[in-house]
């Protein structure tokens, strides 16, 4: 069973919203940092966003800050990305990501659970 699952992508237009989400197995999610990361075509894994166990230090990329929110449901396990004015450059493969890091971690390889990926496009 995968520890992560990741739903909520799609097409959209410039200017849209979409909304991921991010379900754990269930095995300690409480206790860990969660984070998105996005890897586009041809391009590295980048961060996206994080949030803490206790879920009050979210972090965000400067590209996202202002468009995207992140919020966790420790008592259900799950995890949501809330993004707002959707650019083109947002286009990526979103990957759900766990680990014991700090929300401000941005390296990936620092994370240990992953999720299969959901795509987002976004059209101009």
């Known amino acids: 069973q995968e520890p992560l699952v990741e739903s909520g992508g799609g097409l959209v237009q410039a200017g849209g919203s979409l909304r991921l989400s991010c379900v754990d197995s269930?095995?300690?999610?409480?206790?860990?940092?969660m984070g998105w990361f996005r890897q586009a075509p041809g391009k590295e894994r980048e961060f996206v966003a994080a949030?803490?166990?206790?879920?009050?230090?979210?972090y965000y990329t400067d590209s996202v800050k202002g468009r995207f929110t992140i919020v966790r449901h420790n008592a259900e396990n799950t995890m949501y990305l809330q993004m707002n004015n959707l650019k083109p450059e947002d286009t990526a493969v979103y990957y759900c990501a766990a680990g014991f890091v700090a929300s401000s971690e941005t390296d990936y390889r620092k994370f240990g659970s992953w999720g299969r990926g959901t795509q987002v496009t976004v059209s101009s």
């Open positions: 269930g095995r300690r999610f409480s206790a860990y940092t």
């Open positions: 949030v803490s166990w206790t879920g009050n230090r979210p």
